[in-house]
T-cell receptor, first 108, second 113 residues
Framework: DAKTTQPNSMESNEEEPVHLPCNHS???????IHWYRQLPSQGPEYVIH???SNVNNRMASLAIAEDRKSSTLILHRATLRDAAVYYC?????????FGTGTSLTVIP | SQTIHQWPATLVQPVGSPLSLECTVE??????LYWYRQAAGRGLQLLFY??????ISSEVPQNLSASRPQDRQFILSSKKLLLSDSGFYLC????????????FGNGTRLTVT
């Protein structure tokens, strides 16, 4: 399983963009890169996933490095509701292993 | 649309008592099913996953077990709870056989006293 490295915590001002980085240098060629977030006292919520190309959905954008050894989750305009722990998970098989993630604080 | 149900939402059980947590998924067939546990202030630990009826893969040896008696039903059990079993238990599903994401239930907060 690919190991991931994420900052323990980040801060952002409300309504500004947020770039959450993830290093996954041991990723395999078939691993999709998944991002989830967990709000306090809730189960994780799927955010976005991709393989090689950059991906966009209504929640966020995912920028994947050309060598796939890192990726960045982009929240275009942070809101107070985006305050959560964000997890990056490279995945191919049936198992999903969550690391410690990045705790995002959004400052009003 | 697909939905996942987990119950109960909260549970307080004495040490040594049995446990049964149930999870059901609606609106899909042959999902992969998962049980995770999150101890207070800690990360999510994968406990069990299942790719089909009666097929259970255990990730961590402990006094918990899982069963999948029906396609969309996943049960987490224990014969005798320990204090260390306290935590937030989460069930999740994904479409089997692809690269689809996980979808989580609302979880059960278990306190063993």
């Amino acid at each position: 399983d690919a190991k991931t490295t994420q900052p323990n915590s980040m801060e952002s001002n409300e309504e500004e963009p947020v770039h959450l980085p993830c290093n996954h240098s041991t990723i395999s060629g078939t691993d999709y890169i998944h991002w989830y977030r967990q709000l306090p006292s809730q189960g994780p919520e799927y955010v976005i996933h991709g393989l090689t190309s950059n991906v966009n959905n209504r929640m966020a954008s995912l920028a994947i490095a050309e060598d796939r050894k890192s990726s960045t989750l982009i929240l275009h305009r942070a809101t107070l509701r985006d305050a959560a722990v964000y997890y990056c998970i490279p995945n191919t098989g049936n198992q999903f292993y969550f690391g410690t993630g990045t705790s995002l604080t959004v400052i009003p | 649309s697909q939905t996942i149900h987990q119950w109960p939402a909260t549970l307080v059980q004495p040490v040594g008592s049995p446990l049964s947590l149930e999870c059901t998924v609606e609106g899909t067939s042959n999902p992969n099913l998962y049980w995770y546990r999150q101890a207070a202030g800690r990360g999510l630990q994968l406990l069990f996953y299942s790719v089909g009826i009666g097929q259970i893969s255990s990730e961590v040896p402990q006094n918990l077990s899982a069963s999948r008696p029906q396609d969309r039903q996943f049960i987490l059990s224990s014969k005798k709870l320990l204090l260390s079993d306290s935590g937030f238990y989460l069930c999740a599903w994904r479409t089997g056989g692809g690269y689809s994401p996980l979808h989580f239930g609302n979880g059960t907060r278990l306190t063993v006293t």
